[in-house]
């Protein structure tokens, strides 16, 4: 039971990875596009300096948010038990 579990949190922890790549590959299309670069000039024309298309600090706390997500799924405090037959009564 517990080793189907592991095998099951190893799995999801596995998909986080192209879920990863496929959002910053995504954003970075995003950011590429026209209408970004007519938004960051029209925002620049009224005084704004907050927008940019390129990654900000949101974008990559959300790259880091999901990499801890990969590390809490891959690296569960069960497995070092789940291995050794600690948990199993």
């Known amino acids: 039971m517990l080793l189907g579990e592991a095998l099951v949190n190893l799995l999801i922890g596995l998909g986080y ?3 990863l790549v496929f959002y ?3 954003l ?11 938004k960051e000039v029209l925002y ?3 005084g704004h300096q ?3 298309c390129a ?3 949101a974008d ?7 990499v801890l997500g990969v ?3 891959i690296s569960e405090w069960s497995w070092p038990s789940v291995l050794s037959g600690q948990c199993v009564r």
């Open 17 to 19: 990875i192209p879920a």
């Open 24 to 26: 910053f590959i995504k």
């Open 28 to 38: 970075q299309e995003t950011y590429d596009k026209p209408i970004c670069t007519e």
């Open 44 to 46: 620049k024309s009224k």
């Open 50 to 52: 907050g927008f940019a």
């Open 55 to 57: 990654l900000n600090g």
């Open 60 to 66: 990559i706390a959300g790259g880091l948010f999901e």
């Open 71 to 73: 590390n809490d799924f």
